[in-house]
């Protein structure tokens, strides 16, 4: 994490090449001795960008980038409210972090074959992200989408919780009847609380066969929608998870700004804007790009006023170090939509993924 990214941003280590035709395949250790300010950050840019890529896959645990393709998105991508919202709403500006921070999960439903389960129904069954633990849910809601009824009906919505019965047998429990007023016209989308029911399951996962989704109106027919029926892609069944993440606090620092036309060579922090579609990182939901900056520069001895604490080391041991190196000394996190290898929708915080501040250490 922090020490990846340091180690990266030096510059003076053998890289070696990402496996995803990424522009710094070639990229070769560079000195001041051999390149101009202009050529070094440069450098120092791609290294960033090679770091950012490298940092992500590690924090969520990929080898490599989910195989998700834009097409694939389109079908995966439900057509509902707690995602309407994110994405509607998406800022890419930071939460402060000694806040506390919130991670939302959504999965969507596995559909399983009737004979695994004694023919009972067809829907539902969630595999759940090991992250989700019976004390850190704030929320948890199952979201159906209800096909529009032939006339103004009632409609009974019913869960129900399949479970181990005698001999082997499933039967069902009840969790939840809701009595909804449907119009004609469109579909719309319910949402249930199953906070309690999704705790049960945690602690007990062996007693859990699944789910029941059952939507009847008054003629008997009912208007759940359960799997991808032709024209009914995202609108399958799904549950929306808030968790709670535990607050990290950070020492506050002071550093140089500059652009990339000033002509600074001591460390400074640089705009750098990371694009994921030119990435080929589709499995990005949101930010599809966001301002990561970088640092680079000298930390020269005539500069050292401008860093105490390097200053005192370096006058403590003057032949023995090569000196201090231009690296971020305060990062922050955003916020991220994307899917995950099981194509699980996440959206949480991703840390240290913006240079605040640069300096030399």
């Not at 991508?77 to 707690?82: E, R, S, T």
């Not at 999965?107 to 067809?122: A, G, K």
């Not at 001591?266 to 970088?294: H, M, Q, S």
Request: with cysteine; glycine share 4%; proline share 7%.
């Amino acid at each position: 994490t922090s020490l990846d990214v340091e180690l990266i941003i030096k510059g003076f280590l053998v890289l070696v090449p990402f496996a995803m035709g990424d522009p710094t395949r070639s990229i070769k250790p560079l000195t001041t001795q051999q390149c101009s300010p202009c050529d070094f950050r440069e450098h120092s840019k791609l290294l960033r960008l090679q770091s950012i890529k490298s940092q992500i896959l590690s924090i969520l645990r990929l080898e490599r980038a989910p195989n998700i393709s834009r097409d694939m998105i389109r079908t995966l991508l439900p057509k509902a409210p707690p995602l309407t919202q994110l994405l509607d709403q998406y800022d890419p500006r930071v939460e402060e972090e000694e806040r506390a921070s919130t991670e939302t999960i959504i999965t969507m439903y596995t559909e399983i074959s009737t004979v695994e389960i004694n023919q009972l129904f067809t829907c539902c069954l969630f595999s759940l992200s090991p992250k989700i633990q019976p004390r850190n849910i704030l929320s948890a809601q199952l979201w159906v989408h209800l096909r529009p009824p032939h006339e103004v009906s009632s409609v009974f919505l019913q869960i129900s919780h399949l479970r181990p019965g005698r001999e082997g047998n499933s039967t069902r429990v009840r969790v939840r009847s809701l009595k909804l007023d449907i119009d004609t016209g469109a579909g719309s989308w319910q949402s249930v609380d199953i906070k309690s029911l999704l705790q049960v399951w945690l602690r007990q996962p062996e007693n859990n066969y699944g789910i029941e989704i059952n939507a009847f109106d008054s003629q008997g027919e009912d208007l759940a929608v359960k799997s991808a029926e032709p024209g009914e892609e995202g609108l399958q069944p799904f549950i929306e998870v808030k968790i709670l993440d535990n607050p990290k606090r950070s020492r506050r620092d002071v550093g140089l700004n500059c652009d990339e036309k000033s002509s600074e060579t001591r460390c400074c922090r640089y705009p750098l804007t990371v694009d994921f579609e030119e990435f080929g990182w589709d499995w990005i939901i949101a930010p599809k790009r966001y301002r990561a900056n970088y640092c680079s520069g000298e930390c020269e001895f005539m500069h050292h006023q401008q860093y105490p604490h390097a200053h005192l080391v370096i006058k403590a041991n003057p032949r023995g170090t090569a000196g201090p190196c231009c690296t971020p000394t305060k990062m922050s996190p955003i916020n991220m939509l994307y899917f995950n290898r099981k194509e699980q929708i996440i959206y949480g915080k991703i840390p240290s993924m913006v240079v605040d501040h640069c300096g030399c250490s």
